[in-house]
């Protein structure tokens, strides 16, 4: 296959992209143009939950594929009650409603809550619409969950926006209270902050949030689309804490490659009435046929054990490699982690490790200080070896 220069041309410009396009996917490896392969550490970013083309998902994809494909959100069709179904069996939450995107989804949670807020008035009489989110926190590219996010700039950038995402600090609690008013309705956030560099929010915390939030009668809302669908180690992170939170979204591993999202409530918080919200895709059976190809490979016996035990060796091996290179440290949970490197080193090691020969390896820095390691589950202890001796090789050719 040729790089066709007309035809990248032909796409809108919206980020710097390595001039290697990417034709086949297996497992943990990727082959581009050339038929240079690629160990990749990003999965679509934590998205191949099952690794590159599983075949649970092909398999599930064809046989739906020739079954049917949309009969429209307005009839109901069998693969998404399936998959409402597993989801509400396998966590605190009761009801299900399912989009194609993380941000889509979180959307919905923006607009359930502020439902049930116009519902569930203050003592005042008044309507409850503030969800106090977080520094650092990302929860999606469209408008109001561009101004929920916690990154600098983002709640003005398409001004005029939307309002009313007072923003605490994680891990700290007090940061919270301070900012609750007759006007909340809810708390935002991510079990683990994922593009804000894997930060997980402490055990602590996150109990002390849900007293808080049941003191004050407001809504505990986690945004699971990364932390979620056994990344961490168990289904859903907030598990970790054994917490019920009142809302999660789910979104990347629950579709292991295909664009699905969901917004969870349980049964008192289901407020939406007809006409409040919908989609022309939501919950069309060829991707939800997939969520449940996803559902029942995650909730089989042994699966998760065997992602706590694969995130701990990669801990170790991280550890490892800091004590060998002089590096910061690492923190994450389950099979989303991060090294700390003590540098901005990690643009740098993005583009040496990429042009690694005969194989490659992808890497992502969501800080110039850090590096995000977000393999497949299904990530075996020879491929974390060999991707651990790739990277050490980077760092003595770099210097370190
Ligand atoms: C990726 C991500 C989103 C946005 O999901 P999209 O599918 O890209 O819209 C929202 N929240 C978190 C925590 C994410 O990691």
Wanted: some cysteine; hydrophobic content about 40%; overall charge negative.
């Amino acid at each position: 296959m040729e790089f066709n220069q007309f035809e990248v041309d032909a796409l809108m410009y919206i980020t710097n992209r390595p001039p290697i396009v990417f034709v086949e996917g297996d497992g943990m490896y990727l082959t581009d143009h050339n038929g240079k392969r690629y160990l990749d550490y990003l999965q679509g970013w934590a998205v191949n939950c099952l690794g590159h083309a599983p075949q649970c998902i092909s398999d599930a994809l064809a046989a739906q594929s020739k079954k049917l494909l949309n009969p429209s959100p307005a009839f109901y069709n069998a693969p998404s009650m399936r998959l409402a179904a597993l989801l509400t069996a396998n966590s605190c939450f009761d009801r299900v409603f399912f989009a194609n995107s993380g941000a889509e989804a979180n959307e919905g949670a923006i607009k359930l809550a502020r439902k049930y807020g116009r519902i569930h008035k203050n003592a005042a009489g008044g309507k409850r619409f503030e969800i106090i989110t977080f520094d650092h926190s990302f929860h999606g590219r469209t408008l109001a969950t561009m101004s929920a996010s916690g990154k600098p700039g983002w709640d003005t950038m398409y001004a005029p926006q939307v309002d009313g995402f007072p923003k605490a600090e994680l891990n700290d609690i007090a940061s919270v209270e301070r900012l609750i008013t007759e006007r909340t309705i809810g708390v935002m956030l991510e079990p683990v902050q994922g593009e804000g560099g894997v930060i997980p929010a402490t055990r602590e915390f996150m109990q002390a949030l849900r007293a808080l939030t049941k003191k004050h009668g407001i809504l505990m809302m986690v945004d699971e689309v990364q932390s979620g669908m056994g990344r961490c180690g168990t289904l859903f992170a907030h598990q970790l804490a054994g917490v019920e939170p009142d809302i999660m979204t789910l979104g990347k591993g629950i579709g292991g490659g295909v664009p699905l999202a969901a917004l969870l409530c349980r049964e008192e918080i289901a407020c939406f009435e007809p006409g409040d919200q919908g989609g022309t895709y939501n919950g069309n059976p060829l991707m939800t046929a997939v969520g449940v190809a996803v559902m029942e490979a995650l909730t089989a016996p042994g699966f998760l054990q065997e992602v706590v035990d694969k995130g701990a060796y990669l801990r170790s091996q991280l550890l490892m490699l800091c004590e060998r290179h002089g590096l910061a440290g690492e923190r994450g949970e389950g099979l989303l982690r991060a090294l700390k490197l003590g540098h901005d080193i990690g643009p740098k090691i993005v583009e040496a490790a990429r042009d690694l020969a005969p194989i490659g390896l992808l890497l992502n820095s969501p800080r110039p200080d850090l590096l995000r390691f977000m393999p497949a589950l299904t990530v075996t202890t020879a491929e974390i070896d060999q991707m651990i001796g790739m990277l050490s090789d980077v760092l003595r050719t770099l210097g370190h």
